[in-house]
């Protein structure tokens, strides 16, 4: 409801839930908001559909336009659906209280049948990347990848956004 009620939501971006780090953070628990406020996705409408109605690409999850699709991933964290179909200069936000400060070790859940490469900024600093995200074979097949950098990060807010440099998956 908070695009109903919240006069800020076009404009600012606010926690879609409370995020921590160290700790997981899913992709597609990014902060609501409208397009390039919290997110930016090229085809942020699926206006071609046979009904007429606007959902994302995956028809899964939130009803925005993030294409986000449920998924056969057997990690114990994983809450079987994820974002997909992301293209070059696409990005997404994210508000996370980092508990206690310093360097972190960051790790991905990846599947796709294509390479691609991501970069973590908190504010405009980038803080990881471009990582080489490798294809796994399949948009089925999930792996864990690992930065070997740190990232540094203080106790407090911050607001992390998440760009895809390459394609990812489709």
């Given at each position: 409801f908070a695009s109903l009620f919240d006069p800020l939501f076009g404009t600012t971006s606010q926690p879609f839930t409370t995020l921590t780090w160290p700790g997981v953070v899913h992709t597609v628990n990014y902060d609501l908001g409208n397009q390039n406020v919290s997110?930016?996705?090229?085809?942020y409408k699926n206006e071609d559909n046979v009904t007429g109605a606007v959902w994302n690409l995956g028809w899964s999850y939130r009803n925005d336009g993030v294409d986000i699709w449920e998924d056969t991933d057997t990690n114990p964290a994983s809450i079987r659906v994820h974002v997909g179909s992301t293209?070059?200069?696409?990005?997404?936000?994210y508000t996370v209280n980092v508990a206690s400060g310093g360097n972190f070790k960051i790790a991905f859940r990846v599947a796709g049948a294509a390479n691609g490469q991501i970069r973590l900024y908190d504010g405009t600093n980038n803080i990881v990347g471009p990582l080489r995200i490798t294809n796994t074979g399949s948009y089925g097949t999930w792996k864990t990848q690992t930065n070997n950098?740190?990232?540094?990060?203080?106790?407090?807010t911050h607001s992390i956004k998440l760009s895809f440099n390459k394609i990812i998956s489709e």
């Amino acid at each position: 409801f908070a695009s109903l009620f919240d006069p800020l939501f076009g404009t600012t971006s606010q926690p879609f839930t409370t995020l921590t780090w160290p700790g997981v953070v899913h992709t597609v628990n990014y902060d609501l908001g409208n397009q390039n406020v919290s997110y930016w996705d090229t085809r942020y409408k699926n206006e071609d559909n046979v009904t007429g109605a606007v959902w994302n690409l995956g028809w899964s999850y939130r009803n925005d336009g993030v294409d986000i699709w449920e998924d056969t991933d057997t990690n114990p964290a994983s809450i079987r659906v994820h974002v997909g179909s992301t293209v070059s200069n696409e990005w997404l936000k994210y508000t996370v209280n980092v508990a206690s400060g310093g360097n972190f070790k960051i790790a991905f859940r990846v599947a796709g049948a294509a390479n691609g490469q991501i970069r973590l900024y908190d504010g405009t600093n980038n803080i990881v990347g471009p990582l080489r995200i490798t294809n796994t074979g399949s948009y089925g097949t999930w792996k864990t990848q690992t930065n070997n950098a740190k990232s540094l990060l203080t106790s407090g807010t911050h607001s992390i956004k998440l760009s895809f440099n390459k394609i990812i998956s489709e």
